[in-house]
């Protein structure tokens, strides 16, 4: 079993930043492709940003230049930091991976989803 285990999510307001981590555990071989995905109420869940496992990244455009993924290999973990945030960022984030387990195959995994709200 694969589990993924988020945190770092809560209110913040309009300009200000958050940083969420994911940590994934189990019987892992490897991981390949990591990221940050968000929901808002009412619309589809939607890419935030993505990292491979040799650190080329790929964000939304919505989020360029204010929102950086970054992974450490050593411990299985993605982070997200989120600056600058915008009301519009309000969603649930939840977290994705591409998990090689040891009883074979690749597969992609979800965390359960933490809530970032942005407000004044």
């Known amino acids: 079993q694969v589990q993924l285990v988020e945190s770092g999510g809560g209110l913040v307001q309009p300009g200000g930043s958050l940083r969420l981590s994911c940590a994934v555990s189990g019987s892992i071989f490897g991981i390949n492709v990591m990221g940050w995905y968000r929901q808002a109420p009412g619309k589809q869940r939607e890419s935030v940003a993505r990292?491979?496992?040799?650190?080329?990244?790929n964000y939304a455009d919505s989020v360029k230049g204010r929102f950086t993924i970054s992974r450490d290999n050593a411990k299985n973990t993605v982070y997200l930091q989120m600056n600058t945030m915008k009301p519009e960022d309000t969603a649930v984030y939840y977290c994705n991976a591409e998990v090689h387990t040891i009883a074979g195959g690749w597969n992609h995994y979800w965390g359960q989803g933490t809530q970032v709200t942005v407000s004044s």
């Open positions: 990292i491979a496992s040799g650190g080329i990244t």
